[in-house]
């Protein structure tokens, strides 16, 4: 006859609670973020804040440079229409110091309908052309491209040509620029 003879193990240990309980949950001692937590996320996201900070800086300082072209070419064909509206011929181009863009004639109608531009002590221009504009609409320049300079490395172009059309360029930015 056959006999079985049931062995019998020792009980489990207990079981510490640790164990039981997922990772991600922590009982009431454990609760809360320890400071490596908090500095690592802080840090995190100061790098974070960091990096779009300058993303939108760059950006604005592109915005307000492409305005300043685009200024510059509406206070030009500007000039050329008045110059057709009165069929006279008008001179465009800067003050002494350089701070004033607008009309350098004696031409009454013409100044009480265009205000001169101011240009900002931020940017540097290649040249400081004067631009004669004849009553037919036609454009005779002493330099023919103006290029704007944000003295951060970025620079804009202004091509006026004969026909009396102005074309702004698009940004280009010196290597190793921030």
Not at 23 to 38: C, K, M, N, Q, Y
Not at 99 to 116: M, R, V
């Amino acid at each position: 006859m056959i006999r079985l003879r049931l062995i019998e193990k020792e009980p489990p240990s207990p079981v510490k609670r640790s164990a039981l309980v997922p990772d991600w949950t922590r009982i009431a001692s454990e609760a809360g973020f320890s400071i490596i937590e908090l500095l690592i996320v802080t840090a995190f996201a100061a790098i974070i804040m960091t990096m779009t900070v300058m993303t939108f800086q760059k950006g604005l300082e592109r915005y307000q440079l492409r305005g300043t072209a685009a200024r510059m070419a509406w206070q030009i064909e500007r000039a050329r229409s008045i110059a057709l509206k009165y069929n006279q011929t008008l001179t465009l181009g800067f003050t002494a110091q350089n701070t004033q863009f607008g009309l350098t004639c004696a031409c009454p109608e013409a100044a009480s309908e265009l205000s001169n531009l101011s240009v900002s002590n931020n940017n540097s221009l290649s040249a400081y052309p004067t631009l004669t504009i004849k009553g037919n609409g036609t454009i005779q320049a002493t330099a023919p491209t103006i290029t704007i300079d944000d003295r951060k490395g970025r620079r804009i172009s202004i091509t006026i040509n004969n026909a009396g059309r102005t074309v702004v360029g698009d940004i280009t930015e010196s290597t190793g620029s921030l």
